[in-house]
Every structure is written in structure tokens, then in C-alpha cells.
């Protein structure tokens, strides 16, 4: 069960210090809260800490008593309590599920989160929620986006079956990746998301287009590629793990040749029903031949380009684990729209009659093993979480996906910062 936080949340837009106080002096403010411990990712706990708030913006930060104000101000008492910065989550999907809709946004400012980062949807929507967002101010949060996931072909998100909705594009040569890259970088995307079914001279070319353009690319690890491969074309960042492990097996040039074979004679299948049947074959044995030199250059190589993971650990785990059968899980995902609720509520009571599996089980500790790995080899790493995929609430899911970086060997600060 999740530990609750004895959080304040005072979450700013625009984290702006006027005045660090070391002394008395009066200062102008709407908001003092006092006596409270600061949680800075970088130093650490600092107590005992009075911070005054005016026009929505950190004014000043002192010692218990030092700040003076020109006017009464409303106080709140922050003693034994702890106040973070503002939080991230670095991995959504805001259009996946149109039943949520907008009704996701508040729900990430409610938990802290002031900046989300979407890595998947169709452009239109995008440009469209991000312009509803802007319109209710610091009610949602500020939205960073990819655009479509650029996948090769058959694409496996083009809305068949339909729990794989359309949010991606499918390209098959370079000049229709340099194409869409120019694309997006136009209509203001602020990276690009790749994924698993594009041939690796496309992979290159959109990659060094998307350099070109100022854009980092982050990635699913294509299936026809190596996960080496894929970090020294100049990907800025990495997504759930995924396919790590099959270049971490003892046999991974065979398993390369596998599915290269099995992409090209399911060219003409439904793009997910492929790549399920891929990972069906390959992952079982990949995982029962994981090999700890293999992975060590696996993960060097990572390191070496400083390629950003986001595990989206609550994600992997969560058939193993099953957060959605805690107590608060009915409470958290209360708050979505009642037929979104329903539908989460009534497949959750399904699954928790079934036992679970020894796959879910294996992946989910494989899972919090390479984090661990890779934050040991100063791999940077970055929490998000695959919302509202896998029964995960908005905005409430970020804090069981740090939960679990520290389950995975991460501090308390680390999984903050």
C-alpha cells in the first residue's frame, strides 16, 4: 500500500525567487507558510523554513521569523510538513482515451504536476488540447508534445483493434521521414517519439533530420534494431524499457535475425497483432538468457550517450504488483468521468480473480532489477507514466511511479529530481 506524504503543495508556474532572507525585512505577499521543511532534489532537507507567496510566485524564503510583511497575509502552517518543487510527468497521452478527455488536466495540477510531457498523439488534437489547456490558466498544466508516434509499416497504433487507437503515422523511406520531421518541427512539436516498426535506414535518417531541426528524438527500440544501435544514432531518450532486454540476451544477434525474418514475412499483418506475436516469441527466452556482460555493454553504451530512460515503472509492474486493487486506487480513480470509472472499476474486478502470471511476474522484476542497473551506471533517468494506460490515473500515478524508482534503488531525492 502507498505511503501517504505529509506534503504542502504549493506548486508555482514560474518557480522566481525575489529574496532569499537572512534577516529581518518586510516584503510585500498574499500567502506565508510556516515553518516548513524544503525539499530541494539537489541539497537536500532544509527546516524550519518560512516562504511567502505573492501573485502566484515565490517572493522570498527565510529562516523561521525572519520574513516581515508590509500587510496581514493569510498563513498556513507548515510545521512537520514538507513542500517539494513542482513535478513533471514524463510520459502521457492525452488523447488516448477520449472518454477522459480534459478531465485529465486538473487532476496533474491537484498532484503537483505543473509540466507534462505527451508522447503520442494525433497533431490536430494535440495543438487542440494544448490550446484548451492554455485557456484554463493554472488549472492544467503547461504541455509539451510529440505529435504522432513515428512508427514504420504495418503501424501498430492506427486505431485496429480499437483499444490501439489512431495516434500514430506509418513511414517507409527516409524521404517520407525527413517529410514528417519537417512536419512537426513546423507546426511546433518539441521532440519527436519514435517507434517499434521502422526499418533502421529510416530510424537514421529521421533521427539526423530531427537533429537538424533542433528536435530530440525518444524512442521505442525498433524491432530491427539493437538497442546500441539505436543510443549511437543520436536518440536523446529511451521509453518503458522497452525491447532492452532483447539486446541484453545471451543470443541477442540471433534474436535480431528472428524478428527481422518475422518483420518481413508480417508485413501484410495488423501492425499490433505483429508486434504482439513478436514479443510473445522473443521476450520469454530473452529473459531466461539475460547475460550480465551482454548487458553491461548494453547499458555502458547507454551511459556513454547519455541517453535518457523512462521506465514507466508503475506500467511494467503493475500485472505483477496490481496497485489497482489497493484501497485508494477506487478513490484516486474516482475522480475521472463516471462511465471512464465504471469501465476501469468492472475490468479491475475481472482481473483480480485471476492469478498472476509468472510472465508478469518475471517482467516486473526484470524491470526494477535494469533500473537499478541502470541508475548504478549513471544512466539519467526520468519518471512518467504511460497515463491513463494500464488502469493509472492521471496526475495521481506520477507519485506511485516514484514510489516504485525507489522500490527500483533510487533515493527519495533522486526519484524527485
Known sequence: MRKSFNLVA?????FCLTTIVSSPMAIAGDLMILDVTIIDPVNGATPHQDILIGNNVITAIGDRGSIATFAPVETLDGTDKFLIPALWDAHVHLTFNPQIGDAALPLFVANGITRVRDTGGKLDQMLAVRKRAAAMGGTAPAIYFSGPLVDGQPQVYDGTPARFPDISVGIETEDEAISEVDRLADAGAHFIKTYEMLKPQVFRALVGRATERGLPVTSHVPLSMTVTDVARAGVRGMEHLRNIGLSCASNAGELLEQRNDMLNKGRDQEGSSLRSSIHAAQRPVAFAAQNETTCNAVIQALADNHVFQTPTLALNTRGALRPFLQPEWKVEAGHLPTDVFAAWTAAVEIAKTSPVS?????FSDWSLAMVARLHAANVPIMAGTDTPI???????????????????GLSPLEALG
Open 358 to 362: 509468472p510472465a508478469y511476474a518475471a
Open 10 to 14: 504549493v506548486f508555482v508556474a514560474s
Open 390 to 408: 494500464g488502469f493509472l490515473t492521471p496526475g495521481f500515478s506520477l507519485h506511485l511511479e516514484m514510489e516504485t524508482l525507489v522500490r527500483a
